[in-house]
């Protein structure tokens, strides 16, 4: 500092600074303000036009008081400009910080909506290209971060594991990799210091390229992912055009009315004593009533046995069915026509989705395998072809052993784990996510190990639930209990262990060891837990499962890449999701007006 230079004087040239940064302040609030005032873009940019006018026309200041009203409002619009509080960090070349570290708050999407101001979910979007509704909070202080520092700087952050699962990755992480950030140091599962149950992740990035050692969990590696493996992209698999076609989600009746089932406490459903009067009174209504099934028997009976039926017309006009069924189309017209929403596109007497493609894929078929569309443990079961699946249904057109194998076993579940979405603390399977981009081992529908572990499987756990009178979810409850003793059970564990190893030999992966270990699917607070069941689960150790994950993800890359060469590759790629906003590459900032 200049000694010559007074106390008073510096006061005074720091209150006239201050007076003209106020001026520059109140211009980049009016830019927010203009944001959050509007609901739509249309109306965003008539603001942004009325107080770009104000400005050239000297009339901001009257909209000083109404914006420090704002800034102290219980949802408050309380803007900070980096650039103009820290003028010497970005003034300068290659301007940013060299370094930011942080513990970034941990919210979802539901409680940043509800914890600020409406629109806040939109700006974020809005300030970071590419990003997605649903990402945690998290996301956008990386990408801020990201943006913040100086080329060759770097930050540190705490975040939770999500940070590098499904779109809070994306938005975050993966977008960071692939403009030039680079992971050069994460500990993806350290527990909090402090009392509270919380395992975090810390993450180190560099803007640029890291020329040092990179470390993982403090081992080191060549590479660091967006999914914090040591080993394949950053980016979501793709879908494979060598599993289109295979997998889909079952029949949406909407309607209720379309089924005979006594079990129906609401009195929609028509008796099955009126159903079997019907087909004895006229043959041919049995033509269009089916066996219909659901996840709930899947997952509870134990040979997943049905106990309703389903009236089916196909795509057949309303004139044919009146004049073929009569009877059948008076129960529909009665009990479906007019209860639909009108988001409805299907006529009243068809169902809302049949999935003509599911039944023309599986028609060569005598046995197909299903898995319950939400589920807490994934346990597949094989239905004869001759019955309406519901929309609680994943459906493969898959009728063997070997492929049963293949998608029961854990490297197909711990893929369909972390890429599916979940409900509350279940798995809900989509075709898209979890099977059309998993890559399978070679030859793995008529595989002859696949096939002799996968029949032993199943026919053991088969006679297993008859035995003990138990669907899938008790006898999975049961697999995944640490207290289990029961030698069949125990039995069972074994047999799943051998198809697991037989899956990964098909790879060629010998060197992966099919070890379980009893762990917790996340974290509790065990002084407050009390007595509920905890979230335990027999399963790989996670360093097992992420080297697995890690190699299944480069071996999609491989084959999507193949696909493409050879001119195959799926009609519809995976892509962006809808939501996420796109811009061009370049600084995240907006123009002032």
Known sequence: ADETVSDWSLRDMWDEAQTELRKIRLLGDLVLSAFFEGEKTKDREAKRREYADAVVNKRAEEHRVRLDEWRHAEQPLAPFHWELEFPEVFERKNPGFD?????????????????NLAGYPDWLQELHAESHGNADLVAHFFRRAFNLVRTAGAFGLIATKTIAQG?????????????????????????????AAVVVSVLHVMKGSFRGPRRLNDREVDKLTAFL?????????????????????????????????????????TSLAEMRRLIEKDPRNGDVIFPYIGGEEVNTSPTHAHHRFVINFGERSEEECRRRWPDLMAIVQAKVRGTRASHSTAAWWHF????????????????VLVISRVTEHPG?????????????????????????????????????????SSL?????????DCFETFPF??????????????????????ALMIRNQEGLTKTYNRFHDPEERDPEILKLRELHAAM???????????DIPTACEFLLDYEIDEATWGDKKKPWRYRWPDEVRDEVLARLLELNAERAKAEALAGAAAKKPRGRKPSARKRPNGPETLDLF
């Open 99 to 115: 370094a930011i570290v942080g513990n970034p708050p941990f919210a979802g999407k539901n409680t940043v909506a509800a914890g």
């Open 500 to 510: 697991d190893r037989a899956v990964l030999d098909a790879y060629g992966w010998t």
């Open 352 to 367: 809302e989705r049949l999935r003509p493609e599911l039944y023309a894929a599986i028609a060569g078929l005598e046995r």
């Open 380 to 420: 597949l079961a094989s239905l004869g072809r001759n019955m309406v699946f519901s929309e609680q249904l994943i459906v493969f057109g898959l009728p063997g052993h070997a492929a049963f194998s293949a998608v029961q076993s854990r490297p197909h579940e711990i893929w369909a784990r972390f890429f599916a």
């Open 229 to 269: 493996f040591h080993r394949g992209g950053h980016d979501d698999p793709a879908r494979l055009a060598a599993n289109a076609g295979k997998s889909f989600v079952g029949s949406y009746v909407l309607g209720m009315g379309f089924t005979f089932d006594d079990t129906d406490t609401k009195g929609v459903a």
């Open 424 to 432: 509350e603390d279940r798995l809900r399977y989509t075709p898209s």
């Open 167 to 195: 779109d809070t990755r994306a938005t975050g992480l993966r977008w960071i990799c692939e403009h030039g950030g680079e992971i050069f140091a994460a500990r993806k599962r350290v527990k909090w210091p402090g009392q």
């Open 441 to 462: 081992p070679p030859a793995w529908e008529t595989h002859p190990s696949l096939e002799a572990t996968g029949k032993a499987y199943y026919e053991f756990r088969a």
